[in-house]
T-cell receptor, first 111, second 114 residues
Framework: QKEVEQNSGPLSVPEGAIASLNCTYS??????FFWYRQYSGKSPELIMF????GDKEDGRFTAQLNKASQYVSLLIRDSQPSDSATYLC???????????FGTGTRLQVFP | EPEVTQTPSHQVTQMGQEVILRCVPI?????FYWYRQILGQKVEFLVS????????KSEIFDDQFSVERPDGSNFTLKIRSTKLEDSAMYFC????????????FGEGSRLTVL
């Protein structure tokens, strides 16, 4: 069973802080890694994707991938109340076009 | 900005009835998907579709489910005989590439089976 694991939270951070969201995956064949944001009652929205080990930065967001440890994370700098949502980690295995999602981590940013 | 559109936004049906959920993917995308999310649970892959045929399907996507692209724009999910456990949010998604997984999701169709 190929799994993607996330802490369900909630993760509560004050406005302006760094929020750190973590994800582990079980299948070493995973090739592509994605972070989606999902507001309550809404559809997932792509935030970041990463394919190679290391860091990838896009604005206030940084994705980090460590394939040896089977670990991917998302850092949100200068967190805003509008960042409050559920963050879904998803992986894409080699030779498949489906995404396997984690259960998501609920982030709460308080003013 | 191009978007994936889905109809209906909410459908209530009786157990055993047939339901068709409709999607209009982004126009230049070639890969189409259906995912579902039962309330409070994870987003689950149902099926992927490319070049007018199913490219992959999950264990959830049994004989009660079918997909079709009846014309150049619509992509439909049909559930032949709905069960209570089919109650969920159904998301259509599209992509211009099968390898990157950069999916663009529609707003979803909430199905309630009574």
């Amino acid at each position: 069973q190929k799994e993607v694991e996330q802490n369900s939270g909630p993760l509560s951070v004050p406005e302006g802080a760094i929020a750190s969201l973590n994800c582990t995956y079980s299948d070493r064949g995973s090739q592509s890694f994605f972070w989606y944001r999902q507001y309550s009652g809404k559809s997932p929205e792509l935030i970041m994707f990463i394919y190679s080990n290391g860091d990838k930065e896009d604005g206030r967001f940084t994705a980090q991938l460590n394939k040896a440890s089977q670990y991917v994370s998302l850092l949100i700098r200068d967190s805003q109340p509008s960042d409050s949502a559920t963050y879904l980690c998803a992986v894409n295995l080699d030779n498949t076009d489906k995404l396997i999602f984690g259960t998501g981590t609920r982030l709460q940013v308080f003013p | 900005e191009p978007e994936v559109t889905q109809t209906p936004s909410h459908q209530v049906t009786q157990m055993g009835q047939e339901v068709i959920l409709r999607c209009v993917p982004i126009s230049n995308h070639l890969y189409f998907y259906w995912y579902r999310q039962i309330l409070g649970q994870k987003v689950e892959f149902l099926v992927s579709f490319y070049n007018n045929e199913i490219s992959e399907k999950s264990e959830i996507f049994d004989d009660q489910f079918s997909v079709e692209r009846p014309d150049g724009s619509n992509f439909t999910l049909k559930i032949r005989s709905t069960k209570l456990e089919d109650s969920a949010m159904y998301f259509c998604a599209s992509s211009d590439s099968s390898s990157t997984g950069e999916l663009f999701f529609g707003e979803g169709s909430r199905l309630t089976v009574l």
